[in-house]
Each structure stands twice: as C-alpha cells, then as structure tokens.
C-alpha cells in the first residue's frame, strides 16, 4: 500500500509536472505541491494516501493527452532544493500529526484497559480463527496451540486478502462496498454498545434501556455520517480513534497471550513481504490499479488536515461503474474544474505509508461478519481535498489497521505486563520511534513502505526486555529507593 | 494514601517538567520528536544496564543480601555510566544529523541549534529516568494502603516525588552543559557531570535518611542549573532584561518563524 501512495505520487508528479498546456503558474504551482506533496508524502506516506494518489492519477484524464515524459529539468532542478526544504518541514509536521492520534488511540486502549476489567477477563470464550485453547498442561502444548492458532489467522488474512484481489481484479465494487458499510455498521453499534454497557458496569451506573438505545443510536448514525460521508474533520478523526481503539480491545480480549504476541511478529513479517515482494498481494493490487488508472478503493484511513468530501452517491458520475472509484474520479475532475490548482490528486501525500490490505485482513473478532469490519476498517470512500486547500497544509493519514496493532500492543503489555506501567511505557516510546523512522526511511527512499515491522519489532523487543530485564532492576531500586 | 497523595505527587514530580514541555517544546514538532528520541535513548541505556545487572545477579549467590546489595550499587553506578554514554552517542548522532540536514536544505541556518537540542535532549533523558522511577509508585498511591506500617519512613511518596523532580530538572541541566562542553572540546566539563550525576545516584543510598539525600541533591540542583544558565549563554544582564521585557533579542526571536 506504501508501494501504492508511493508510485501513484510519482506517476502523478510525472503527470502534474507535464501539464504544459496549463499557465506556467498554475504548472509550477501544481508541481510544487504535488512535489511537496510527494515529499511530505515521502515523509509521511500513508497506504491510504493511496487513494488519493490514484484519484490524483485519474485527475489527469484532463491531461490525459500527456504520457510521462521527463520534466524540464531546469525547472525540477531549482524544484528540488525547495523540495527538500519542505520535506524537511513537512516531515516533522507530519511526523507530530501523526504521534498525537496513535498517542490517543493507546491512551483509550490503555485506560479501559486498566480500569475496565472485561477487556482482561478471560471468559473462556475464543474466536473462531483461535480454536486451541492456551491453558493446556504442558509449555510445549501451549506453544504448538499458539503456534496454530498463529498460523489460522495468517491462513486467514492471507485468503482474505487474495479474495479482495480477485474481487478488485473482476471489479465486484459493489461487493466491497456494501461489505465495508456493514462492517462499519457493527463497529459503531454493536462493538460500541458493549463497550457501554462494561463502562457502566465498572463504574455502577445504572442506566435505562431507552437512553441507552438513544445515545448508541445517535452515536452509530454520527459515525457512519462522518465516516462515510461528510462531517467535520475533528469530529471525523475523533471517530477513527475511537473505532481502532475498540478493535484493538476486541482483538486483546479474545487473543490468548502468546498467540496475539505470535501474531503480532507474524503480520509484521507478512506487511513487510506482502508490500516489498513482486508477487505480494498488496503489491498486485497496487499495479492493477495503476494499470485501470483507478485509485484503489476507499479504505478507512486516519487523515488529518484535509477535510475529506466524499460522495458516496453521486448525480453526475462520469463513465464508471464502481462508485468507489467514481467518487474519487469525480471529485479529482471536478476539482481542476472548480480552480486550477487542486489538480493535485492526492489528498493525503504527507500520509504513511502502511500495510492496509493486510491489516483489514487482521480481524479478530466474535461475530463471522468482523471480516467486514476489518475491512470496513480499511475501507473509506476517497475523498478528496476541497479546492480552496492550502499547499502547505497537506495532511498526513495512517491506515487504521496500523492504530490497531500499535493500541494493541500497548494494551496487551499494559494488560499482562507484571512490571505494570514502566513495560507500558517503554513499548509507548518504541513504537512512536520505530514511527518516526519508517517516516523517515520513506524520506530516504522515496519508495513505499509497510508502516508495522519497524514499530511492532521495536515494541514487542522492549516488551520482553522490559518485562524481563529492567522490571526486576527497577523494583529493586525503588525497593531501596536508589535513583539512577 | 489517596487522591490527594496522587495528584500532589505527581504535580510535585512532573509539574516543572511539564510546564517546561507544554510552554517551550510543544508547539516545535521538531522539538518534540528530538524529545522523544531522547528518551528512547535513556531507555536504551537503561535496558543494557539491566541486562548486565540481571546477568550478574543470576551468576551471584541469591542468598546474600550484602552481596546482593552490592550487585545493586554496581548495577546503579553501571547505569549511571551508560546513561551519560549514551548522552554522548546521542550528541554524536545529533551533530551528524544536524550536517546532514544543513548540507541537505542548503540554508545558512539550520531549523534546530545545538543548544536547542541540548536543552530538548536533556529533558527527554529527564522525562525518561523520572517516569521510569516514579510512575509505579505513583499508581500504587492511588489505592489503599498506610504508608510505613511496617516502620518504614511515612515520607516514602513525597519524598520520591522530590526527588524525582530534582532528577528531572538535573538531566535537563545535565544535558545542556554536556553538549555545550562537547562542542568546546572541554573534556573536564563532561568529567564534572558524570561525577555529579554519579554523587546525586550515590545520595540516594542514603535513602530513607532523606535529609541527608535530598538537600545536598538539591543544592547541586541549583549549583547546576547556575552552571547551565551560564553555559547558554545566560548572565545576569540578560536575566535582568527578560524579566523586565526588555530584551529586544528574545521579543524578536520568539516572533521569527524559525
């Protein structure tokens, strides 16, 4: 998906950058941007920004006539300083839009966490995808049962991330479409509603059914507006956060111990090959997106500045039959229509990038239909960026997929950590770093990158070292009240 | 043993710090991100010195109480040294990044000073080493309990608090006369902070007896923070015009863009 933002950014730069025809103003203006853009993009590449990338690709039907031929290279030459400038710039500002909604998202985790103890009951109850039990007799035994279940799961994502080829291959939008709305639909009601209902529970509120049903139900219908369609960017950002924080705690409570570890290494693994392999199946999706010149349906993607219009259904759709891709299509054509600078497709180049097909495959959850959610989750009708959008202002996005496993670490160390809040801690600044230099190597490389080996590696190494090594160094000196 | 034990402790613990955070690093995101960056190098210091410690304890006699307190001084006085080491790899890091990032924007100035990083590198080693030591303690306040039934000192959570303060407030003062002694080449700086850093972990043997550890930690607080003041670039001159808004300097500067 990095792969995805990635390329898409460069084709686009490759396309904004050969609109002769526009004012030469309006030409550098675009490639500004769209080169600030791909930098910040660079910095911050988000998969989801993929979305936007391909919409920017199929902005240029306009500049159709144009294949990619080289800039002018005076002109990317003296580009280039100011580029860097700016991706300097525009990666810190990235880098920091993107701490504060992971920051919130695990400070939600790790609060219910630690003052709701449902998400840390073992109720015996598994997800189907885990059929063995890990309290079995003997250490061996519960390392074959991890290791299985381990294996499930990957078999699992995998398949569903082959079938989501397939089903982009053969262009069964609808299809994807409709499941993705489900799945939101359960997250926001039915996830929600239990999340309520253990507050109350922890905290002896007593509540009547009929408020109850009214505020989920005011809750739910926000969110799908917000989400789907339009609604204001905080409020927006503010929803993703809560629906990641409360699918990270789903997957910490039916996850017995060590398989959610395994499965955490695992999937790292899996993003790494799935987004760097030729034959990866987030790769293939990414060229037959390339190839349709379509932008890769809409994922739920965390985005920060832009205020995203989607229109899921719209009046004059152009050619297309997938709505999905006629959002983004149309928006991307309207906007040179309505000013000329915002023909800069991607909405989101300052975005992460990250492995999001795959992590909407990485559901766990109780019900059949959370295949949905998952990929609910990655799913989000593109939007792109109201014409009158600053330059400077690019935001950043981060699949979802990426808040889940990161809460979700956190939370499964604050959870089952001995060494209590210091392994909390330590995994809180290991991710955020390991954050900090997949950004960064996307600013070397300028290449797509999966956002979860380096953070989860990072995290899950100073879990065990933390919980193991500095855990009992700390009791003991504040035992004796050392300081060091 | 309640909430007021809680919220006053950690406002004692973290109040300067995190004013110190919210009013001069959070709005830089570059600050912030060279911040925690910091921080994650203390917690790389931290988790060798474990390593090393937790190694020596399995090989040593767990029966032995003298000697395993010794193994824990040994352990505190290693964690020290690795600290400060790490300090200096960061300031290594920092000044190739640092030339890197000029040779890269070819700007004549570059978006963060050495001193700046200094006083931001400092503070997340500070931030670091007083989480780590205060933020059990912190939650277990917050529960039920007495203090000292055992006839351990009443003091325990105030005085932890304190202290964590003061250890906070010194890795920041630590940091910007460390580098600021790296960048002149004087090496008998650096020496001096890795003996006061050593003699405040040393203080704190003394512990239950806090009069003795606290007041000699806080007086080489302030020594420290005079010697900090003055190796950035403070006096009393400038000290006079900040405080009367007159120093046209720093009203421009903080109104530059960069």
Known sequence: ?484 | MTAAVFFGCTFIAFGPAIALFLFTIAREPLRVIFLIAGAFFWLVSLLLSSLVWFISVQISNKDSAAQQKGLLIFGVVLSVLLQETFRFAYYKLLKKANEGLLALSQEETMPISIRQLAYVSGLGFGFMSGAFSVVNILADSVGPGTVGIHGDSQHYFLSSAFMTMAIILLHMFWGVVFFDACEKQRWWAVAAVVISHLLVSCLTFQNPDYVASLIPTYVILFLMGVWAFYSAGGSLRNLKLCLTCKDKDFLLANHRSR
């Open chain 1, 1 to 484: 998906m990095a792969n995805n933002a990635e390329d898409i950014e460069n084709n686009m730069d490759q396309q904004q950058t050969n609109t002769v025809p526009e004012p030469p103003q309006e030409a550098s203006v675009t490639r500004a941007r769209s080169r600030g853009g791909s930098g910040a993009g660079g910095g911050g590449g988000d998969r989801g920004g993929g979305e936007g990338d391909v919409g920017g690709n199929s902005s240029s039907p306009e500049q159709n006539g144009q294949p990619p031929a080289a800039r002018p290279p005076l002109v990317v030459e003296t580009e280039e300083d100011e580029d860097e400038e700016l991706t300097l710039k525009y990666g810190a500002k990235h880098v920091i839009m993107l701490f504060v909604p992971v920051t919130l998202c695990m400070v939600v985790v790790v609060a219910t966490i630690k003052s709701v103890s449902f998400y840390t009951q073992n109720d015996g109850q598994r997800l189907i995808y885990t059929p063995f039990p890990e309290d079995t007799d003997t250490v061996a035994q519960r390392a074959l049962n991890s290791i299985l279940n381990a294996t499930i799961m990957i078999t699992v994502i995998i398949v569903m991330t082959l079938v989501l080829v397939l089903l982009y291959k053969y262009r069964c939008y609808k299809v994807i479409q409709g499941w993705l709305f489900l799945s939101s639909l359960l997250l926001l009601f039915f996830f929600s509603y239990i999340y309520l209902k253990e507050v109350f529970k922890t905290y002896n509120v007593a509540m009547d059914y009929f408020t109850l049903a009214i505020i989920i139900w005011n809750f739910g219908v926000v969110g799908m507006m917000c989400i789907h369609w339009k609604g204001p960017l905080r409020l927006q950002q503010a929803y993703l956060i809560m629906i990641s924080a409360l699918m990270a705690l789903v997957f910490i409570k039916y996850l017995p111990e060590w398989t959610a570890w395994l499965i955490l290494a695992v999937i790292s693994v899996y993003d790494l090959l799935a987004v760097l392999c030729p034959k990866g199946p987030l790769r293939i999706l990414v060229e037959t997106a390339q190839e349709r010149n379509e932008p890769i349906f809409p994922a739920l993607i965390y985005s920060s500045t832009m205020v995203w219009l989607v229109n899921m259904a719209d009046t004059d759709r152009p050619k297309r039959n997938s709505t999905e891709a006629a959002s983004p299509q149309q928006e991307t054509q309207q906007a040179p229509i309505a000013s000329p600078t915002p023909s800069s497709p991607s909405q989101d180049d300052g975005g992460f990038t990250s492995n999001w097909i795959s992590n909407q495959e990485h559901q766990l959850g109780p019900m059949q239909s959370t295949e949905e959610t998952r990929r609910e989750i990655q799913q989000m009708p593109s939007a792109r960026p109201p014409p009158e959008d600053d330059d400077e202002e690019r935001g950043v996005k981060l699949g979802l997929g990426d808040f889940i496993f990161y809460s979700m670490l956190v939370g499964k160390a604050s959870a089952t950590a001995s060494g209590d809040w210091n392994t909390t801690l330590a995994c809180f600044v290991a991710i955020l770093i390991g954050l900090c230099l997949t950004l960064l190597l996307l600013a070397i490389f300028k290449k797509a990158l999966p956002a979860l080996p380096i953070s989860i590696f990072f995290g899950l190494v100073f879990y065990f070292a933390t919980d193991n090594l500095v855990r009992p160094f700390m009791d003991k000196l504040a035992l004796h009240q050392f300081y060091i």
